[in-house]
């Protein structure tokens, strides 16, 4: 079994393309900054630097919502390969397929606590299809939406 599942910070602004042809679909790839749960020296923090790629409906998500700084949880595959570059080398590669990504924290909190400890916002793995988790409810006992999301709710 290939499964991954990561959640960290995005290192830049996802770079997103589009194939060529008839049916165009966006190839989306952005850079996770994952801190290490264990660390040698115990005195900073760690992190690995995973480079992520999402195809179709998930990249097109990434390129509307999707930003530096953004806490996701991601969920895919790990997928090898390799090409030679112009100069004739081998370059071998590691990539995370994204097969789904959700938002961790509410965008209004989005840098209060540096990304660390915050468990009033989760994640569910399961069935997700690149929507944001569900926001916490606002004083008012009704739930935030994200901006610029209200054209792919399923009802008006």
């Known amino acids: 079994m290939n499964k991954v599942i990561l959640m960290g910070r995005l290192t830049r602004d996802p770079e997103v393309r589009y194939t060529q042809g008839e049916s165009q679909m966006a190839v989306a790839r ?3 900054a994952v801190d290490r749960r264990f660390n040698r020296n115990n005195d900073e923090n760690t992190a690995d630097f995973i480079s992520c790629v999402a195809f179709g409906k998930t990249g097109e998500f990434a390129e509307k919502y999707l930003r530096k ?13 390799s090409y ?10 590691t990539d995370v397929v994204v097969e789904d990504h ?7 909190n989005s840098n209060s606590d540096g ?14 299809s690149s929507q944001p988790a569900a926001p916490m409810a606002a004083g008012d006992g009704f739930m935030n939406i994200p901006d610029g999301i209200d054209e792919e709710l399923p009802f008006n």
């Open 69 to 81: 700084g953004t806490k996701i949880a991601v969920t895919g595959r790990i997928q090898t390969g």
């Open 30 to 32: 952005y850079t996770l």
């Open 102 to 108: 959700e938002f961790v924290e509410s965008k209004n």
């Open 115 to 128: 990304g660390y400890g915050n468990s009033n916002y989760g994640s569910s793995f399961g069935g997700g």
């Open 84 to 93: 030679t570059n112009k100069d004739g080398v081998k370059v071998y590669t």
